[in-house]
């Protein structure tokens, strides 16, 4: 690692502090990160990036998850309110919260991808003064969402990355592309930016993480125990009656929903590698005398391979129609999520491993880590890459924690975020002795 770079993140690391906090402190769910990513376009604009947002960067069919429309705009108009910058707005509108930022060099060498992830939580976070956030006063103000997961830390590494790399494109070749992604939480943002093409003529993909259950200090070149998932939620529809009076004149939809979520339970595994189904919530009913007319449910599948996870979940769809006939009510399941298995490169985790090594802040780093580690919609970015023929990679940078991820206590020690930049930006600082390398 140069002095140069090792300068550069130094200087950087108060600004990084203030950064994190005050996208903590503005914490925005999947589809509605308009405060975040008009704050990430105007800083990534003013450094000399060329900027792609909002429909330019996603595929409007392909996404998943997506608020009402009437949410979005009020959450809009929310984020307009705590400081957005208002010119970016407008590509944004509508929860197109994604952006690509490009540098390049006019050097000859190979398309370096990067991706963050900018999205919240739908969490409210503690408030006490035992919790570092609330009790400095950056905890989240906005109900109901809180970064819980780190990424308001990735994004802060994307935006200081972007720093560090345009000050020292002298050095750099070939063509940078940072990619800002919204709505990884539920794994929901990433297949639409894939489908929109925004790594097709990557080289070299890398997508990160901090924490994880990995120790500070530690490096994943080549994490590969991330699930394939789809994620659904179910709507039974029957017909109400007098419990009392009339019950035959019923058709109880709440009775097809348990009876699904008992026979959910109650599936088979599959023989080729693990498997998860999880009925998180059931929802229905309208009152005690009152043959249930809806029933909802939020489910989802896991595999070790895409192919497990597909088994799981046409299992699932079998049970639920099967149910549904049952009791001889309609149902209807809208697609909510999904991610996709994905093994890194060999060659470019190699490389990675390389590179690291020079990092002083890493004391161990390793290819890959053992502990499962759910689900992560960067891998439909990743096997994009590869189907184009490049190389793909996901990282996990280790840190403390103040308590594990999804918590309403959760919070890292910001350091991680200086010792990522150091070791992303060596990665494109170093990119054209990949061939020998590898």
């Known amino acids: 690692m140069s002095c140069e770079l090792s300068q550069q ?12 906090r005050d996208l903590h402190q503005y914490a925005e769910s999947g589809w509605l990160e ?59 509108s509508g929860g197109f919260t994604g952006i690509v930022a490009t540098l390049s060099t006019g050097r000859p060498g190979p398309v370096v991808g990067f991706r963050v992830d900018m999205d919240a939580l739908d969490l409210n976070e503690q408030q006490d003064d035992q919790h570092r956030p609330f009790r400095d006063g950056f905890a989240s103000c906005n109900p109901g969402m809180m970064h819980a997961c780190g990424h308001d830390g990735h994004t802060t590494i994307g935006i200081g990355l972007a720093q560090v790399l345009m000050a020292m494109r002298d050095q750099l070749c070939g063509t940078i592309k940072l990619i800002f992604q919204p709505a990884e939480e539920g794994t929901r943002g990433a297949k639409s930016m894939a489908e929109a093409g925004v790594v097709d003529d990557v080289d070299f993909f890398t997508a990160i993480h901090i924490g994880t259950g990995v120790p500070a200090g530690h490096l994943v070149c080549g994490n590969d125990t991330f699930m394939a998932t789809t994620k659904f939620d179910v709507t039974f529809t029957g017909v109400a009656a007098h419990a009392g009076g009339k019950p035959e004149e019923g058709r109880n939809a709440l009775l097809a929903a348990a009876q699904a979520a008992l026979g959910l339970h109650s599936l088979p595994r599959h023989s080729a590698g693990a498997s998860r189904i999880n009925v998180g919530v059931l929802q229905a009913g309208s009152g005690r005398n009152v043959v249930p007319s809806q029933a909802a449910m939020k489910v989802e599948t896991r595999g070790a391979t895409n192919a ?38 060999a060659p470019w985790v190699r490389f990675i491993h390389r590179q690291a090594e020079a990092i002083p802040e890493l004391v161990q780093v390793v290819d890959r880590q053992d502990a499962a580690a759910g689900s992560e919609d960067a891998t439909y970015l990743m096997e994009r890459v590869k189907a184009h023929g490049g190389l793909a990679s996901y990282m996990v940078f280790g840190c403390d924690l103040s308590a594990g991820h999804h918590n309403e206590r959760f919070d890292f020690d910001e350091s991680v975020m200086a010792v990522a930049i150091k070791t992303l930006a060596t990665l494109a600082l170093n990119i054209r002795d990949f061939p020998e390398e590898a």
């Open 9 to 20: 993140v130094s200087a950087l690391a108060p600004i990084l502090t203030a950064w994190r």
């Open 34 to 92: 308009f405060r975040t990513a008009s704050k990430v376009a105007d800083t990534l604009s003013q450094l000399g990036y060329h900027l792609q947002l909002g429909r330019e960067v996603i595929k409007a069919d392909a996404r998943m998850g997506l608020p009402p429309e009437a949410v979005l705009r009020e959450q809009e108009q929310r984020a307009l309110a705590q400081g957005a910058v208002a010119r970016w707005l407008p590509a944004f």
């Open 308 to 345: 497990v996870n597909e088994f799981i979940f046409q299992q699932a769809m079998n049970v639920v129609a099967g149910a549904a006939a049952m009791h001889g009510v309609t149902h209807e399941v809208t697609l909510m999520g999904a991610a996709q298995s994905s093994k890194p490169s």
